[in-house]
């Protein structure tokens, strides 16, 4: 029982994976559709690994020991003020943890916004108007605005899902964003993104295929205040 209390108790080390590559940042169209989108060269995915036992419940724990690590502060990447990418390098005071929600093994929570005036039978967005925004449309006010009449069809918990997440972080983009008119680029590369960054297993006797993936939304600070993101 001591040995398995000390074992619990051990700090997370890390290296960096950096021959590994993300299928979703090797393919051309969904980097043709990032630029369009204003967020190419913006986002980015770094893999590390670890090799203590992890549970969600050491989550701060974790991400503590992450951004204390020496091998994470020499070699993850941080976008400036400027827009420019460079090297952590520096201690952090505190981290903010949050669980997300990563459960979905299909598409489905997308289902209703096909069936509710969001989009024509083709596809196309619908679009609508807005007091601030200029060619705003039906998705995008599902996504943002609390009042609207569709804001409601997608309940409060898939709204949480780290699928849903992406849908909405590629739907609104980046400053310069050029918004699409039809929705399937944004599904498919939500749903690649997903695919890429979720494992998932099938349970051997019920068949059933779940998500074995934690996924933590982390904000780093340093005395200076938010360094990552």
Known sequence: MAEEKLSFEQAFT???????????QQDPKISRLLMKWSMLGRITTQAFNFDQFFQPYRS???????FQDPCVKDNLKILDSSGSWSLLGRDITHVN?????????????FDPIYSNGILRPSGH???????I???F??????????????YHII????????????????????ELCQYEDVIDPYTETAKMMYKD???VQKDPDTKEISVVTTILKVSAHDHGGLCYP
């Open 60 to 66: 701060n724990d974790f991400a503590w020991n992450f």
């Open 133 to 135: 925004y200029p060619d």
């Open 97 to 109: 943890v949050e669980v997300v929600p990563c459960t979905k093994v299909s598409v489905d929570i």
């Open 155 to 174: 309940s409060p918990s898939d709204r949480k899902e780290f699928l849903f997440r992406l849908f909405k972080h590629m739907v609104l983009g980046g």
């Open 137 to 150: 449309d039906e998705l995008r006010m599902l996504l943002l605005e609390e009042d609207s009449d569709n």
């Open 197 to 199: 960054l979720v494992s």
């Open 14 to 24: 890390f290296n960096l994976l950096s021959n590994k590559k993300f299928t979703f």
């Open 125 to 131: 967005i619908v679009k609508c108007y807005h007091e």
